[in-house]
């Protein structure tokens, strides 16, 4: 039993809610930052948090390490069991936190990958989610230069012009790479395209075929 459990009972939880519509709104104490807190004797002066309480104790669904609790609906005043199931489940835009679409930052904070990943398209780039589908749209779904489908979740690269800020299209990862490597220098790719295509080995000639590699 954790130590919240010494102070907090499902018998004190009703006795500080009251139903308000599709809410069940905590009436109790709470925190400087207006969230629901429990006090009580030899408790650490900022109280216990009545909502992760809640979560691990009553619902029995483990908190990600430093995850704020809230509730679907944004009231932070709401216990209601189906709001908080929603919120731990799906992001406020209503993705849901797959394995796939769930990161955590460095303090270990869970966020939703499809948000961030607009944010920063919207942030940097200036897209918004219907200019960058109908460029997906345009693309037929590939890289605009190795025409490879873009395969699963996996987040796809924004190209842009670094001299003018100018959105030039959507690439796989190992093609922005390439772009990366060369720094964007046309005079680079051209000798490498020179260097692969040139009909005569020079190494050939001079050290022989026994130095193919196999």
């Known amino acids: 039993m954790s130590h919240r459990n010494?102070?907090?009972?499902?018998?004190?939880?009703e006795k500080f809610t009251k139903p308000e519509g599709a809410c069940n709104l905590?009436?109790?104490p709470v925190s400087n930052c207006g969230d629901p807190r429990w006090y009580a004797v030899n408790m650490h002066e900022h109280g216990a948090s009545v909502k992760c309480w809640y979560v691990s104790e009553v619902l029995g669904?483990?908190?990600?390490?430093?995850?704020?609790?809230?509730?679907?609906?944004?009231?932070?005043?709401c216990?209601?069991?189906?709001?908080?199931?929603?919120?731990?489940?799906?992001?406020r835009n209503k993705h849901e936190y797959t394995p796939e679409n769930t990161g955590h930052d460095k303090e270990g904070t869970r966020y939703c990958k499809a948000c961030k990943y607009a944010y920063q398209k919207r942030h940097y780039y200036g897209l918004e989610e219907a200019t960058f589908n109908q460029m997906l749209i345009d693309q037929g779904f590939t890289c605009k230069i190795c025409k490879r489908p873009f395969a699963g979740q996996r987040p796809h690269?924004?190209?842009?012009?670094?001299?003018?800020?100018?959105?030039?299209?959507?690439?796989?990862?190992?093609?922005?790479t390439l772009l990366g490597m060369a720094h964007d220098n046309t005079a680079i790719l051209g000798a490498a395209i020179g260097y692969l295509t040139n009909a005569e080995d020079p190494l050939l000639a001079v050290y022989g075929e026994g130095n193919l590699a196999p």
């Open 26 to 28: 905590w009436t109790g």
């Open 157 to 176: 690269h924004i190209d842009h012009d670094h001299v003018t800020g100018r959105v030039r299209g959507i690439l796989c990862g190992q093609c922005n």
């Open 6 to 13: 010494e102070f907090m009972s499902l018998e004190i939880l």
């Open 61 to 77: 669904i483990e908190r990600p390490k430093g995850m704020k609790i809230y509730s679907s609906c944004r009231n932070k005043m």
């Open 79 to 91: 216990l209601a069991e189906d709001h908080i199931r929603e919120f731990m489940r799906y992001c």
